[in-house]
């Protein structure tokens, strides 16, 4: 029995030397990036398989529903790009809900392109703009909420806001707010347009989750869509508003 | 070439072939492995390149050119393995329109070896995800989503243990916090653990139990955050757990021009990588091994493949 033990023990002894004497260590680490553009060539299988969905989706995407003048890029604390979606999605509110509605905003990060080129302004494109299944609601906040978002919008760097609002952001505090060329006042009660993603609770805005709000159950992406649709044909030129409605403020 | 002799010239003193006592066969090749990782993160559905419109990133991406790159390194190199870190999902219209089906069969024809799930991966809900998960021909390593009260139960893995060459090579997954970044009504019961802790229990588990020589986290926490100091990125990942050897990372969509470098609780070197978003860049981090001798250094040579 001592001797099976022994031998047991000794094996193991063997293999542990075995694999001691096979320590592998990391002698060096090189690295590339690789820049995937024309330069490389295609491959026939793949594009066999995208074909199908390609022309299914081609079939849909490539409708031209507007004319961009000027490339529109998006910027915090403001910019031309957030000038014109916020301002869309606060006309078109206002129309859908059938009530007068203080501001509209989006969240920065709901806006997914870094910038609406000039030109042609394709369905697809505005898939690629507002990609999410977000709806539009309405929330209608006490004064002391509303700041808590103003806040917010000011904690982020700056969101996408309508023409009816500015402010500038102080630290990250939201500071100087105007809404409807009236400066805030925390005792009034405000109406806000903003996606289902933010009314949840959505970037951090739990605060927002108890709130007074009416839903329609509209994406914004075909907010959008219509919006730029219902335009005449021979008028659908996009109007930008380059003005800063939010300001970064030293102190 | 430098490397190869700078590499052949330490094995060999480390072999103690000075003395003449090992046999020449020791200095070949089989004694430096190198292993070839390629990365991608934040796809975000960009089947076909950007289109041709004047915007910022025309014509860049595509999974078809991906797929020929892939390719020809998968050619010249014997131990290649492909990863990605999540956000697959949304972003064009392939997402609303077919619900992923076309990015996950498209990356089981790239024959990606693992991928981690990203935030957006719940944008179809966690059914949606679920319902596209047979598409793909490699596991959805997630670590710190415990999905036990979900319909994804047992259909991720925390991690798996690829051997090259008798290399063994642990990879595990790391998802982000997902409340306040994805509706409850989408990702459900999942309950998301700390990734720090979770971190440090499998890069252990891997190194200890599982006896493997190098190990991988696929992040989808972010590389960093300026703003959020406080907030776990890969960085905070790197500097308080101990047997992790390399990240890769994703979510915060960063271009980088080197690794970043960072020194864990052990004061060893863990190596930072991300390859910005929508398959612009393709990540490539090749890890050369020796036997029985510890290497001196992991300096990073950066090369730019226009």
Known sequence: MKKVVKYILSIGLFVGLVSCSKQIYTADIDTSYYRVNYKNTTDKDIDKMIAPYKSQLDAQMNDVIAINPEEMTKRRPSSVLGNWFSDALLEESSRIYGVDIDMAMQNYGGIRVPALAKGKVTVGNIYELMPFDNKLVILELDGKTTKMLLDRVAEKGGWPVSKTLSLDIQGDKATNIMIKGEPFDIDKTYTVALADYIANGGDNCFFLADSKRTDKDILIRDIIIDHLKSKPKGDREIIQDKTQRIKNIKY | ?306
């Open chain 2, 1 to 306: 070439m430098r490397r190869r002799d700078f590499i052949v010239r330490t094995t060999l003193s480390g072999l103690g072939l000075a003395s003449g006592t090992i046999p020449l066969s020791a200095l070949e090749d089989h004694d430096i492995t190198r292993l070839t990782i390629l990365h991608t993160n934040d796809v975000h559905s960009r089947v076909e390149p950007f289109p041709m419109d004047g915007s910022r990133n025309e014509g860049q991406g595509g999974v078809s050119r991906r797929a020929t790159l892939v390719d020809r390194i998968r050619k010249s190199e014997d131990n290649v393995l492909l990863f990605d870190c999540g956000d697959i999902f949304q972003g064009t219209p392939y997402f609303n329109f077919f619900g992923g089906e076309l990015e996950l069969k498209l990356m089981s024809e790239l024959k990606y070896d693992a991928c981690t799930i990203g935030n957006h991966d719940f944008d179809g809900g966690i059914d949606g995800l679920h319902d596209q998960m047979p598409n793909a021909d490699f596991p959805f390593l997630i670590a710190n989503y415990d999905f036990d009260n979900t319909i994804l139960r047992k259909k991720t893995q925390p991690y798996k243990i690829f051997v090259r060459n008798g290399i063994r090579i642990g990879v595990f997954g790391l998802g982000i916090e997902l409340s306040g970044l994805v509706p409850k009504t989408l990702y459900k019961e999942t309950q998301y653990q700390d990734p720090i802790e979770v971190g440090n229990r499998i890069s252990k588990q891997l190194r200890y139990d599982e006896k493997c020589d190098f190990v991988i986290c696929l992040s989808h926490l972010g590389y960093k955050y300026r703003n959020e100091k406080e907030k776990v990125s890969d960085v905070h990942l790197a500097e308080n757990t101990e047997e992790i050897d390399m990240i890769l990372g994703g979510h915060t969509h960063t271009f980088m021009s080197e690794p970043d470098i960072r020194t864990n609780k052990k004061g060893e070197e863990v190596v930072i990588n991300q390859a910005g978003w929508a398959g612009i860049m393709l990540g490539r981090l090749d890890v050369f091994f020796e036997k029985n001798k510890k290497g001196k250094c992991v300096s990073c040579k950066n090369t730019y493949v226009v």
